[in-house]
């Protein structure tokens, strides 16, 4: 089932409404919108939010843009949001937030199986109040929600954050891609995924670029190995023009890259491939 971004109200959820307008002395409860991809993940959060006195959701989310929209047309309190969503990801809805000049704009608590300190640093630079780390518990997220509000919470900070685990390969270079501006919704993110991955499992292909590389990505995605080379050689053009080399260069640990030299679709790939490998046989 296709999700549209309208999600019907619970029983909990109305019968909550009916107790709020009661009476002009009840405290407002804290509007929440949620943003994720996963329907389920929304479904869990949105049960746990909808037990809570003073908390309530008022929408659904399954990208960044829906979020933007939504925004315009009700009140918020607190978002929250995922990092990795089809069309508009997470990074890429703080920066858009932080131009829209709300008049009272909304907290933000981002929700996320990207857990290294640059995907952390990169979401609060960007404005987010809170970053937590999936899987967590609805309890602790209910609780962050109620501290973004200035609300007295009796959970401790640490009790809010699952211990992280170790993030897959492809956790590992979405958050990369993510990180240095490469968003998810562009074709030559999932080539480059693909690239670095084939490159991880037979090194040598790297030397067959054009021959096997390119089509090898083409008959995996169904599209044409040219059209591959364009979509990679964009993204990195997104990522280059999006001035975020410094990022690339500490998820690194030195310099590996110029804002005025911008590498080769081959060069590109082999270096994150390189990297990631390397973190494989260390781990």
Not at 220 to 229: D, F, L, P, Q, Y
């Amino acid at each position: 089932m296709v999700f549209t971004g309208k999600a019907r109200k619970t029983v909990q959820e109305e019968k909550k409404e009916q107790r709020i307008g009661k009476g002009s002395d009840q405290v407002s409860a804290i509007r929440v919108l949620l943003t994720d991809d996963n329907s389920e993940i929304r479904r869990v959060m949105r049960s746990a939010i909808s037990a809570e006195e003073g908390l309530t959701v008022v929408d659904e989310c399954a990208n960044g843009l829906e979020a933007l929209e939504a925004l315009r047309h009700k009140p918020v309190d607190v978002v929250v949001l995922d990092i990795i969503m089809p069309q508009m990801d997470g990074y890429s809805f703080l920066e858009a937030l932080g131009q829209m000049q709300l008049e009272h704009p909304p907290q933000v608590i981002v929700v996320s199986a990207l857990g290294r300190d640059d995907f952390i640093t990169r979401a609060v630079e960007l404005g987010a109040k809170y970053y937590m780390v999936k899987p967590f518990e609805p309890s602790a997220l209910c609780a962050r929600i109620r501290d973004a509000c200035g609300q007295a919470s009796a959970s401790s900070a640490t009790s809010l954050v699952s211990p992280s685990r170790a993030p897959s390969l492809d956790e590992k270079l979405a958050g990369l891609f993510l990180t240095i501006g490469i968003p998810a919704h562009i074709k030559g993110y999932l080539f480059l995924k693909e690239a670095v991955k084939m490159v991880i499992e037979n090194p040598d292909v790297i030397n067959r670029i054009t021959k096997e590389l390119y089509p090898g990505i083409g008959r995996r995605c169904n599209t044409t190995a040219s059209k591959v080379e364009r979509a990679i050689r964009h993204a990195i053009e997104v990522a280059w023009s999006r001035g975020r080399i410094d990022t690339l260069n500490r998820a690194f640990g030195c310099q590996v890259a110029m804002p005025d030299d911008k590498p080769t679709n081959g060069e590109f790939i082999a270096m994150i491939a390189d990297k990631l490998a390397m973190e494989q046989k260390s781990a």
